[in-house]
C-alpha cells in the first residue's frame, strides 16, 4: 500500500492506497465523495471528472498515487454550502439533465471553463465539453445551462 | 505492481534497467493507464516521470530551438504562445489528442512511446525534425524521432532507456509547419491519415521540406519524395500534384473500419496538399 497525502475540496487527506488504485476510486471508496462516477474507465465519457490543480481530467485515469501532494477538487467542492452554484441552479432551471449520471462530471468541467473564459461561444463550450458524454439529454439544454448560467455569472461580477 | 517515483532520469533509468517484468513509464498515462484498466498490460514495475525536476519545463535552447520536457501536456504546450508561434503544426497535433480533460495529461513523449501508427502529434515532429534525449544506464543520446517507432506498440528503445525531452530546432526565418488527419467525427476519434508538413521558404521558392505521414503504414513514415516535389517549387499547381503522388506513393495501409486501404491512400494525397499549403501560408507570413 501506498501512503498518499493531498487535499481535496480544501481538506488534507492522508490515505492508504493500493498502487493501482484510481484516483476516482479513492474519492468514492475511501473518501466517501461519490459525485465523480465512472461511466467507461477509460478516459472517453469524462464521468469522473475532477480538477487536478485546476484542470480538469479523467480521475479513472489519474492513480490516487499520483495525487501526492496535488489538489484535489470534485463536484462536492462547487456549492457554497446550501447555496447553489450557479451552473448548478441553472442546470436545474434548464432540466440539463435526466438520469443525471455525466452531470458532476460536467459541472466541474464547465466551471473550469468559465473560470478561463467567463464568456465562451457555444461551440467553444461545446468543444471544451466533448469529452463530457451524456446518453440522455442531447446536449442542447446542457450547453444552454451552461451559456445561461456564463450570463448570469458575467452580470454578477 | 510496484509503483516507482524516481527523482532523476538517472535513477528513473537505472529502476527499468533493474527490472525484470513488464515496465512502463508513467507520464500522463492516457495510454498506460487505459492498457492497465482494460487489463491488456499490467505492468510489474510502473515508473512515473512526474516528480522529475523540470520535467514539464518548455525552455528556448541556446541554438535557439526548444526543449520540452517529457511529461508536459497538450495544454501547456497549448498555453505556450512563443512555442505556438514558432511550431504552430506540433502545438495543433499534440492539441487534437482526446478531450479537455486528456489534454491536461497527454504528452508528446507518451504518444511517441506508445507507438501506435496513428499517434497525432508523430507525423508533427518528425516534419519539424524533432529529436529526443534518451537517458539509459550507458549514459545519454539523442536520436531522430522517426527512429523512435520500429511497428505498432514498438520503439527502438532498450531496456533500462528513457526519454527526458523532445527537442524542436529553431524555426529560422521563413519557416512554416501545420499537421492534419481526418477522423470521420469532429472530436475524439483516432486519425484514419494524418499529414505533417514543415517547410522553409526564401520569397515564393521553398527551399527546405519535410513530410511526414501518420497511419498508412506500420510506422509513421517521413516521405523523403514528397520533400522533393516541394523544394525548389512555389508550390504551384503541378508540385502540389506531384506532392499528392508522393505521399500516396509512400501508402502502405491497412484496411479496417475508419477506412479501406483506397480511402486512407486517396485521403493522405488530398491531407498532405491541404497541409502544404497552410504551412506554406504560415512560413510567409
Ligand atoms: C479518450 C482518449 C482519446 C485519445 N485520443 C487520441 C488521439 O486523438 N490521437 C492520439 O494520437 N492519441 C490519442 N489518445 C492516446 C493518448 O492520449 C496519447 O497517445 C498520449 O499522447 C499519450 O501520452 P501520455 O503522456 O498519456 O502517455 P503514457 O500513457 O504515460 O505513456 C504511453 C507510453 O509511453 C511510454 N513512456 C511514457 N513516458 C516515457 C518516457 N519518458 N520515456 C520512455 N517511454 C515513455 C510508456 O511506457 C507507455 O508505453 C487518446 C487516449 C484517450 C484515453
Ligand atoms: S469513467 Fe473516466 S472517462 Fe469515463
Ligand atoms: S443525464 Fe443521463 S447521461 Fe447525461
Keep these: 500500500m501506498i501512503h498518499v497525502s493531498t487535499t481535496v475540496n480544501g481538506d488534507a487527506h492522508e490515505l492508504l492506497c493500493d498502487p493501482r488504485e484510481t484516483l476516482l476510486d479513492a474519492l468514492r471508496d475511501r473518501l466517501e465523495l461519490t459525485g465523480a462516477k465512472e461511466g ?10 475532477v480538477l487536478l490543480d485546476g484542470r480538469p481530467v479523467c480521475s479513472c485515469l489519474v492513480l490516487a498515487a499520483e495525487a501526492e501532494g496535488h489538489e484535489v477538487r470534485t463536484v462536492e467542492g462547487i456549492a457554497d454550502g446550501e447555496e447553489l452554484h450557479p451552473l448548478q441552479r441553472k442546470f436545474i432551471e434548464h ?29 467553444e463550450v461545446r ?24 450570463g448570469e455569472m458575467r452580470e454578477a461580477t | 505492481m510496484r509503483y516507482h517515483t524516481p527523482s532523476s532520469f538517472e535513477d528513473a533509468s537505472a529502476i ?11 507520464a500522463g498515462g492516457t495510454d498506460v493507464l487505459v492498457q492497465l484498466r482494460s487489463d491488456l498490460v499490467t505492468p510489474d514495475d510502473l515508473i512515473d516521470i512526474k516528480r522529475i525536476a523540470g520535467v514539464r519545463d518548455i525552455t528556448r535552447r541556446d541554438d535557439g530551438g526548444w526543449r520540452i520536457g517529457a511529461a508536459a501536456s497538450g495544454v501547456e504546450l497549448a498555453e505556450h504562445e512563443a512555442l505556438i508561434a514558432e511550431w504552430p503544426g506540433v502545438v495543433e497535433a499534440l492539441e487534437l489528442i482526446g478531450s479537455t480533460q486528456i489534454q491536461a495529461r497527454c504528452t508528446l513523449v507518451g504518444n511517441l512511446c506508445n507507438g501506435s501508427p496513428a499517434a497525432d502529434s508523430v507525423p508533427a515532429m518528425i516534419a ?15 536520436i531522430a524521432v522517426e527512429d523512435v517507432p520500429t511497428g505498432p506498440g514498438m520503439t527502438s528503445l532498450g531496456p533500462g532507456e528513457v526519454v527526458s525531452a523532445v527537442n524542436l530546432p529553431p524555426r529560422g526565418e521563413g519557416g512554416g509547419d501545420a499537421y492534419l488527419r481526418f477522423i470521420p467525427r469532429t472530436e475524439m476519434d483516432i486519425a484514419v491519415v494524418g499529414a505533417g508538413v514543415n517547410l522553409v521558404r526564401e520569397g515564393e521558392t521553398i527551399t527546405a521540406a519535410r ?5 498508412v503504414a506500420p510506422t509513421v513514415l517521413l516521405v523523403e519524395e514528397a520533400r522533393a516535389a516541394l523544394v525548389g517549387s512555389t508550390l504551384d499547381d503541378s508540385a502540389l500534384a506531384a ?41 510567409g507570413a
Excluded: M
Design chain 1, 95 to 123: 432540466a440539463a439533465l435526466q438520469c443525471g449520471i455525466c452531470t458532476p462530471g460536467i459541472l466541474v468541467a464547465a466551471k473550469a471553463l468559465l473560470e478561463r473564459n467567463p464568456d465562451p461561444s457555444e461551440t
Design chain 2, 243 to 283: 506532392l499528392a503522388k508522393a505521399a500516396e506513393a509512400a501508402c502502405r495501409p491497412i484496411s479496417d473500419k475508419r477506412g479501406t486501404v483506397e480511402f486512407r491512400t486517396h485521403v493522405a494525397g488530398v491531407l498532405t496538399r491541404r497541409a502544404a499549403k497552410i504551412a506554406y501560408g504560415r512560413a
Design chain 2, 16 to 26: 527499468a534497467a533493474a527490472a525484470t517484468g513488464v515496465t512502463r513509464f508513467l
Design chain 2, 211 to 215: 513530410v511526414a505521414l501518420g497511419a
Design chain 1, 40 to 49: 467507461c474507465g477509460t478516459g472517453d465519457c469524462g464521468a469522473c471528472t
Design chain 2, 128 to 142: 519539424a525534425g524533432a529529436t529526443v534525449n534518451v537517458v539509459s544506464p550507458e549514459g545519454a543520446r539523442e
Design chain 1, 127 to 150: 468543444y471544451w465539453l466533448a469529452g463530457n458524454l451524456c446518453r440522455c439529454t442531447g446536449y442542447d439544454k446542457i450547453i444552454r445551462a451552461v451559456l445561461d448560467a456564463a
